[in-house]
């Protein structure tokens, strides 16, 4: 590789961060919780993904407490959103771009540094997949949301899927590069985006059954 692979991942990992904690203030925003609650929430989606990944690769303790670095993007996002949300008037979707940018670059940081790690290919895929809805999994689940992940009405892990697989099979064949991981990046934002605004799903656990929502008229994604 011709660039800085451990300076790449953390400019990546920061930039997820980011994203995340956005869409966390934005959720606290919606749920009216104070501005600690807000930044609170910012920290759990940005960091809670990070922080599995760390943990079971064994590598040490968590980047999120070892480099202060990573507590600037979520207070940077509730003071953004703290400033900027009444005048916000699309906020589902701001709340579902910034996501999917997480998502984005977590599962690409997640599979990098489980290969790093050593582990297995399809391991890396799985610790990528992982890092990337960890953190959306448990902003909602303390917001007293659905959680995105298990949302039948939506596409959210295949997206990370289909980032994580990519980004293992560019390492392991030797192109991976910045070029790449923001052409993938892409691919992931597009089609978490896409499948959100379409109303894409994946069938049901069991054949036959009705999705919830879905026996009426569809109407577009709420904003």
Not at 47 to 60: E, F, K, S, T
Request: some cysteine.
């Amino acid at each position: 590789m011709t660039f800085s692979f451990s300076l790449v991942l953390v400019w990546l990992d920061l930039a997820g961060v980011f994203f995340f904690a956005v869409s966390g203030s934005l959720l606290a925003a919606r749920k009216q919780f104070d501005i600690v609650g807000s930044l609170l929430l910012a920290s759990v989606v940005s960091l809670g993904g990070g922080v599995i990944r760390d943990l079971i690769i064994n590598a040490g303790p968590p980047a999120a407490f070892t480099n202060p670095a990573y507590l600037a993007p979520p207070l940077l996002a509730t003071v953004l959103v703290y400033f900027l949300f009444p005048s916000v008037r699309r906020f589902t979707s701001l709340l579902v771009l910034f996501d999917a940018g997480g998502l984005a670059l977590f599962c690409i940081t997640g599979s990098l540094k489980a290969l790093a790690a050593g582990m297995h290919p399809v391991a890396a895929v799985l610790l990528g997949v992982t890092t990337a809805v960890g953190g959306g999994l448990l902003r909602d689940i303390t917001a007293n949301e659905v959680p995105q992940l298990f949302d039948p009405g939506d596409i959210y892990a295949l997206p990370a899927f289909a980032g994580a697989a990519l980004t293992v099979a560019l390492s392991v064949t030797g192109t991976f590069s910045a070029f790449t991981a923001s052409a993938v990046a892409a691919v992931v934002f597009a089609f978490r985006v896409t499948a959100w605004r379409r109303q894409w799903h994946v069938p049901l656990a069991v054949r036959g059954r009705h999705r919830p929502g879905m026996d009426g008229a569809q109407s577009g994604p709420a904003d």
